[in-house]
């Protein structure tokens, strides 16, 4: 996989831009704004196959925790708009109102549920403009099974774990380690073990980062996303000027895993 220019760098808004996780049109065509390319969010399913986007798999429902699998959504539909937690459908329909491809972030998923994803994404003509996201590698093989044209990409915390081998035993496109608590993690990509995974044809979403220094390092490394909470810090830097620069589609029209 070809190291990306510098303008070309996928800018993914992690959780809409922040941990507020605001995804209505509003706040998405914002972020679209802030030069964002992607926006990445989770997703889980309730006990009826539906997903909903939220990071925790549970609810807070009359003071008891409750398991989002454990019950249909209608159960809990009206505790769910209190949380402000939205169904796939509805995030969907404002990331292509805002113009913002899909970074999925998998963390339950069911096999129909996933062939109602990928239905989904056909019907919005989406399916091209998304990536699918897992630490699970069970997800990412059910990923792979029912939508074998999107790109998939493999999480990891581990600053120890072999990045080709993990990628291709779970068919993915694409290795996204979660560094942010290392001090340089770009420092750590540098060098053999980003020649490995270029070498093998892979390539390198980069956990959310704020840092300006560190985000200087992956643009010199040509990584070919970087998650953030402050899209429009990447955005300046990617301009190489201060000043911010209209958001463009160029990391979203292309192919999103070019292959040499």
């Known amino acids: 996989m070809q190291q990306r220019a510098r303008t070309e760098v996928l800018r993914i808004a992690h959780r809409g831009a922040g941990a507020a996780e605001k995804y209505d049109s509003a706040s998405l065509r914002e972020v679209a704004r802030l ?13 009826d196959d539906r997903l909903v986007v939220r990071h925790d798999p549970v609810i807070t429902v009359d003071d008891r925790r409750t398991w989002l699998a454990d019950h249909p959504l209608a159960d809990h539909a009206e505790a769910l708009r209190r ?26 998923l069911t096999t129909r549920a996933a062939q109602h994803l990928v239905d989904l994404l056909l019907a919005t003509d989406m399916i091209d403009n998304t990536i699918l996201a897992s630490p699970r590698s069970d997800l990412i093989a059910l990923c792979a099974h029912v939508a074998p044209d999107v790109p998939r990409a493999v999480l990891f915390a581990s ?11 779970v068919s993915a496109h694409f290795v996204h380690p979660c560094w942010e608590a290392q001090p340089r993690p770009d420092r750590m990509l540098a060098g053999a073990w980003l ?21 200087d390092g992956l643009y010199q490394l040509g990584v070919d996303g970087i998650c953030t909470d402050t899209p429009g810090l990447l955005t300046d830097i990617a301009s190489g000027v201060g000043t911010r620069t209209p958001p463009h589609r160029a990391g979203v029209s292309q192919p999103l895993h070019n292959r040499r």
């Open 83 to 108: 949380l402000g937690v939205p169904t796939i459908e509805e995030v969907v329909h404002a990331a292509k109102d805002a113009g913002l491809g899909l970074y999925i972030d998998v963390k339950s």
């Open 159 to 169: 600053t120890l774990e072999e990045p080709v081998q993990l990628a291709q035993a």
């Open 195 to 215: 020649e490995r995974v270029r070498a093998n044809e892979l390539g390198v979403i980069c956990w959310h980062e704020e840092r300006q220094e560190v985000l």
């Open 35 to 47: 030069g964002a390319h992607l926006v990445e969010f989770d997703i889980h399913v309730t006990g």
